[in-house]
């Protein structure tokens, strides 16, 4: 059990830089077995998640260690197309490696993938994807069976642009005769650096970031060499948190075009906000007002990831804010954990009502989920007193070093293991 000890009511001052993407970290890593290659990859977060992957690819044969960010894998030893539900099931983002395996061995045997409960994740795009390029999928129980003999390009229409589901077909269709055109893909900037990662890697792959991804094939390099872009997300919370308590930060090392609608609404909040092409630097005197309306919707639209977090920013911001939840059907269990600090607001459905209150009280806390939990992390610097989250390992599975970073920062946080 991690147990998180915040003493709130500090301005976070001062400049960090933010840790790699976990979400661009995990595809790239299931990507490395597509064909058999050395990675080194640079910018890797040391996370829970990302460990987890690297224990699948050994588990497949590979080899794979992490020394701090970068990251050595070499694909060549890959000798099974199974893995077992206890490495699925530890993450979301173990799905990618059914595209990654059908690639490469023609078969994948696995089960459903673990991941945050935010409510239903169903996989019927990933696995419509994967039969429309030719892959015979066999369902039974959790158990999931996907053969091709031969895999071949097609046209895949996503009815909705699923971040997975685009990475499962780019991957897979990477190793498909003839072209793969994949219209309604996700545009999120970590499907832009898969198709970056994959190029190095020799595939024929354009389009990713505008909705329509052409793969036309691969031929296998020996080595590929990538850095991880920035997480977005992490920056938005570090973002948020400097929001809510009045603070003076700057971000280094981010692309503010890529969490742009975050920093939009802080704006809208009363914070300065100063970019440049590698830098935010966010103004804050503390006096917040609500920003009306917020709708999650697929990038480029405001990030579900981010919603939270915002949430938690907006909590003593004078007036009302609703947002609206477009993407996941259960993203609001960190709700009823902030009302204990205090904060009005109400779930229903979709939308939650906040009403900003003068003041937070710090209190006892159970982290629900990922960005929940690091919610709960943002109000606790913003509350009065002491905030002790406890978290059955959630935050840390997406935030690096997160108490040290913010303690550099001038935050009173650490986390006790
Ligand atoms: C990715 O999840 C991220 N995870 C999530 O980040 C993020 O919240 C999400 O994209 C949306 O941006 C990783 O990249 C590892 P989706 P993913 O497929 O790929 C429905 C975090 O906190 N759907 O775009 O699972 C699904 O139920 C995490 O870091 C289907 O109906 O997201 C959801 O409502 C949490 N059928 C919506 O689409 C499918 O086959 C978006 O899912 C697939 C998805």
């Known amino acids: ?19 790699g993407s976990k979400n661009a970290s995990l595809p790239i890593i299931a990507a490395s077995i597509i064909c058999p290659t050395r990675s080194e990859l640079f910018n890797v977060p040391q996370l829970k998640d990302v460990d987890a992957a690297l224990r699948i690819l050994r588990h497949l044969g590979c080899s794979a260690e992490q020394r701090g960010g970068d990251v050595y894998i ?35 045997r696995l089960s459903l993938p673990g991941g945050c409960q935010l409510g239903r994740r169903p996989i019927d795009l990933h696995l419509s994807a994967l039969k429309q390029l030719g892959a015979e999928i066999e369902e039974d129980g959790g158990e999931i069976i996907c053969r091709a003999a031969k895999l071949q390009g097609t046209e895949i229409t996503l009815p909705f642009p699923s971040v997975g589901a ?12 003839g072209e793969t055109v994949i219209r ?44 991880i872009i920035p997480d ?29 609608t975050v920093l ?25 007002h609500g920003v009306g309306e917020i709708s999650t919707a697929p990038y480029p639209g405001f990030p579900t990831d981010a919603q939270p977090v915002l949430m938690a920013a907006l909590l003593k911001a004078e007036g009302r804010t609703v947002i609206t939840e477009n993407i996941f059907e259960n993203r609001y269990r960190q709700v009823p954990e902030l009302c204990r600090l205090g904060a009005d607001v109400t779930a229903s459905g979709k939308t939650a009502e906040i009403w900003g209150v003068e003041c937070l009280h710090g209190t006892a806390l159970t982290a629900t989920d990922l960005r929940g ?19 059955d390992g959630h935050i840390t599975r997406g935030y690096e070093r997160f108490d040290m970073r913010l303690r550099s920062l001038g935050a009173d946080i650490y986390l006790e293991y």
């Open 264 to 288: 939009h609404f802080l704006n809208q909040a009363g914070c300065d906000i100063i970019s440049t092409n590698r830098s935010v630097r966010l103004l804050s005197d503390g006096r917040l």
């Open 232 to 260: 977005r997300i992490v920056a938005a919370t570090i973002a948020c948190a400097a929001a809510a308590t009045g603070g003076n930060v700057e971000l280094r090392g981010v692309n503010p075009e890529q969490f742009s």
């Open 74 to 108: 070499d694909s060549s030893g890959l000798s099974g197309s199974a893995i077992p539900h206890s490495l699925m099931e530890e993450m979301r983002s173990s799905v990618i490696f059914m595209g990654a395996l059908l690639a490469r061995c023609g078969e994948a």
């Open 184 to 227: 309604g893909a996700a545009r999120e900037p970590e499907i832009v650096a898969l198709q970056n990662y994959l190029r190095e890697m020799g595939a024929d792959i354009r389009g990713a970031g505008s909705g329509t991804v052409t793969v036309n094939g691969l031929r296998p390099e020996a080595s590929v060499v990538q850095r």
């Open 373 to 391: 939990g690091a919610a709960m992390i943002v109000a606790g610097l913003a509350a009065e007193g002491e905030t002790v989250i406890c978290d």
């Open 1 to 19: 059990m991690d147990i998180w000890h915040i003493r709130g009511g500090r301005r976070l001052e001062g400049a960090c830089f933010v840790q």
């Open 166 to 177: 685009t990475e499962n077909a780019m991957l897979a269709a990477c190793r498909a005769k």
